[in-house]
């Protein structure tokens, strides 16, 4: 049998069965140069022990395989694994005001390789430390690895039950046993890297190796990533996956489509690529938007990028997806340029600050928007800094930008920025609260709703809002500094629906400059207020 993969109807040999069963050992059932699970829980564990103040063991929660197990059903006791991972700091046990990156391997079970990347260099990074090199990354970040995330499914190839398996372990036609074809289309199992969130496609054929599922997430084993991302700001991160030798960035959902920060994920693919060199060859990875590689609903770069920001790549590694030896002592010692280079990316071409209260000094969840990158509904999520410490981060190229802040019951702030090549733009910002006293509330909303577009706007913009009863109504604009711009109406109106347009001019009918403006719509006894951006 040969495995193959098709790319644009073009077909690339990946290696026989006979060259793939050449890298088992027939005695114990393993791969030479790869280490088992359990070898690397163990070794993981060993690490925190030696390193008790630089390594911490992270338990994300029990594999799909263990849950089957624990329910009663002793098809899966061979499959009774926790997912385990490593946190990385200079004081690992207390969460520091550090920027974050995140490492995983192994999502497709077919890809060991990934793992002993991951191992690689979580030993590296133990073995190189000092405390007085304060270049080191353990010094001035906080590092997540996972190298193994789908233990079961490494369970299925490593026992050679199914050499290609690639997906997790999922009891997809409910009949409480595991059933996995020759081959990389097993009826059980997910996809976990076409499971996450964003731009998931659900399919119904769960043979296919791409199977993702009958929701997103069904696969714990995405879940976990998930969970994980949503509680800690990753700047950047890596998912190693095996076969092809790319560097590929989102997004990967359809044909043609760009993240609002393409420049800047894009700019680092070319130097990521830069730094990993491909076994055997003179040459280097390929640095690749995902859909030009393959097409890929659901995957695990595209969600990081869409609701966290962050600089997520998936490294496609060597040639096939399980290399000889040789290629495997390469590519664990070749790997790690590229994820020191990627460790210091907050060092420079980067946006960031801590957001407080203007009285207190606490911390503030605020909404974070730089533009022109987040202009006309950025294909993202919204931006918040950390709650815990009021850190924003917005890596960027060089360039200049304009920074809008805001946070409910605060006055939003802007500021005009630059990015530099060689160093951080630091901008820290104390927000002033608006107190609104219980006298100013009304007894009866007269107001029913309010909105604006488009915001951001140029050169015009619409203001319109819903009265419940007739009323006395004014409009009127105000710039940043709390000054009149203008007065758009003053006149008794019906209840029901109305619209008023704002053209971005003054008492004067002199255009404005661009900024953050504010809109307030009274009546007799209640003011409503909002903002809009002004953009040219």
Avoid at 367 to 379: A, G, R, T, Y
Wanted: net charge negative; with cysteine.
């Amino acid at each position: 049998m040969i495995y193959f993969v098709e790319k644009y109807g073009r077909v690339s040999i990946l290696e026989t069965e006979t060259d793939m069963r050449e890298n088992l050992n027939s005695g114990n059932r393993d791969l030479p140069g790869y280490h088992s699970y359990d070898e690397m829980v163990e070794r993981m564990f060993e690490l925190s022990v030696i390193h008790p103040n630089l390594c911490q063991i992270v338990e994300l929660g029990p594999s799909q395989g263990k849950l089957y197990y624990d329910a009663g059903n002793v098809h899966y006791e061979d499959y009774r694994n926790t997912i385990y991972g490593v946190k990385l700091s200079n004081d690992v046990n207390n969460t520091q005001d550090k920027p974050n990156y995140l490492f995983f391997g192994n999502i497709h079970a077919r890809e060991p390789l990934t793992a002993e990347i991951c191992m690689n260099l979580l030993e590296d990074l133990l073995e190189t430390y000092t405390l007085e090199n304060d270049e080191h990354p353990l010094n001035n970040t906080q590092i997540w690895i996972i190298p193994v995330t789908n233990p079961d499914g490494r369970h299925i190839v490593f026992s050679e039950r199914n050499l290609m398996h690639r997906k997790t372990l999922f009891d997809n036609n409910e009949n409480g046993q595991i059933d996995t074809s020759y081959g990389g289309a097993s009826i059980d199992g997910i996809d976990g890297n076409r499971n996450f969130e964003y731009m998931w496609w659900g399919s119904t054929n769960y043979i296919s190796e791409t199977y993702s599922g009958t929701h997103p997430f069904s696969a714990v084993e995405a879940g976990y990533i998930k969970e994980l991302a949503a509680e800690i700001p990753f700047i950047a991160s890596l998912s190693y996956h095996s076969q092809g030798n790319e560097v590929l960035y989102p997004y990967g959902y359809q044909y043609y489509a760009q993240s609002h920060n393409h420049a800047t994920i894009s700019q680092l693919a070319i130097e990521l690529a830069e730094r990993m060199p491909i076994y055997n060859s003179s040459n280097h990875f390929s640095p690749l938007p995902s859909w030009n590689s393959y097409y890929a609903e659901g995957n695990s770069e595209d969600h990081l990028h869409y609701y966290h920001n962050t600089l997520a790549f998936t490294i496609e590694v060597a040639n096939s997806f399980i290399p000889n030896i040789n290629q495997v002592e390469f590519y664990k010692e070749s790997q790690l340029t590229a994820a020191y280079y990627l460790l210091t990316r907050h060092q420079n071409r980067f946006l960031t600050g801590l957001i407080t209260d203007q009285i207190t000094g606490e911390p503030i969840k605020a909404e974070i928007k730089v533009f022109p990158n987040d202009l006309d509904n950025p294909e993202r999520a919204p931006i918040y800094s950390d709650i815990n410490f009021g850190r924003y981060n917005y890596p960027l190229v060089p360039g200049e930008y304009e920074l809008l802040i805001t946070c409910e019951n605060y006055l939003p702030y802007t500021a005009n920025f630059e990015i530099y090549l060689t160093e951080q733009t630091i901008i820290n910002v104390e927000l002033t609260p608006v107190i609104i006293s219980e006298t100013d509330k009304p007894t009866i909303q007269n107001i029913l709703s309010v909105k604006t577009y488009p915001n951001p706007f140029n050169p015009d913009t619409n203001i319109e809002f819903s009265l419940s009863m007739p009323s006395a109504i004014s409009i009127l604009i105000f710039n940043i500094k709390g000054q009149i711009v203008c007065q758009i109406i003053n006149e008794f109106l019906p209840k029901g629906d109305h619209k008023y347009s704002w053209n971005g001019t003054d008492m004067n009918n002199t255009k404005v400059g661009s900024g953050v403006y504010f809109y307030q719509v009274n009546t007799e006894n209640e003011i409503y207020n909002g903002k809009m951006i002004l953009l040219k």
